[in-house]
């Protein structure tokens, strides 16, 4: 006879199933091959776990293809550009003042010496209600004919600066230089004075007077003008200096 419960062969005339352990109830008067046909209509227990394990297998797949519709959907979700920046201006320096020119500035020594700057090599200057002095350092010549001249042409340079400014009202150079007593004593002294006015500044063309000077002209139409008595005795030509200026001894 089979279980009814498992399908399995048991023992005729068993009560319960040695496999599933379930009471088995007898049937009387049931002819054999009614028991039979119940018995292989009976699920086994194989056929159970396959059906199981279908059911499983099924049930996992339909999950993965229900999580990747939601991402598709999800992918397909219109997303709100994020708002575009508006740009910073970058930050300008604040506009440099405009330079205030030479003829406006102030009467100062820093002024003078940034006007100064590329014309001659100064040691200091000196200002005294619109006269302007500018000292030299004279450090190597030739010989005193080469010092006047080349102080002379400096003048010119010196002058040509500074007079665009209204509030000069004459300019003096003044060199000095080492020189040697009669008993071999050096000191620094001042050597030469040279000085124009306005005045005598403006009826000046500098561009003819630049070609015509020797570098003694320049002495000649001065206001005033002063060399020291060693280097005067040494000069090659005294009297080109001697005709309309003023020459001043100490």
């Not at 009471?23 to 159970?48: D, H, Y």
């Amino acid at each position: 006879m089979f279980c009814p419960h498992c399908g399995k062969a048991i023992v005729n005339g068993s009560r319960e199933c040695p496999y599933c352990e379930k009471a088995i109830e007898p049937v009387s008067g049931a002819p054999m091959e009614q028991l039979r046909q119940q018995a292989q209509s009976a699920p086994t227990p194989v056929q159970t776990r396959k059906q199981s394990g279908w059911l499983w297998v099924v049930g996992i797949i339909a999950f993965f293809i229900v999580i990747g519709m939601m991402n598709n959907n999800k992918d397909k979700t219109p997303v709100n550009p994020a708002p575009e920046s508006t740009p910073v201006p970058a930050a300008t320096a604040p506009p440099k003042p405009a330079a205030i020119p030479w003829s406006q500035q102030a009467l100062t020594a820093e002024n003078i010496g940034k006007q100064l700057k590329d014309v001659s090599d100064y040691l200091k200057c000196e200002i005294d209600n619109g006269e302007v002095y500018v000292i030299l350092n004279i450090q190597a010549i030739w010989d005193e004919t080469s010092m006047i001249k080349d102080l002379g042409r400096e003048h010119i340079d010196i002058c040509q600066s500074l007079f665009p400014n209204k509030k000069v009202k004459y300019v003096t150079t003044v060199a000095s230089t080492g020189m040697v007593d009669p008993y071999g004593k050096e000191t620094k002294e001042r050597v030469i004075t040279l000085t124009w006015s306005r005045a005598t500044f403006n009826k000046i063309n500098i561009k003819n007077f630049r070609y015509m000077d020797d570098g003694s002209h320049v002495y000649r139409i001065a206001d005033a003008y002063w060399i020291h008595p060693g280097v005067w005795k040494n000069y090659k030509n005294p009297e080109k200096l001697n005709n309309n200026s003023v020459k001043i001894d100490e």
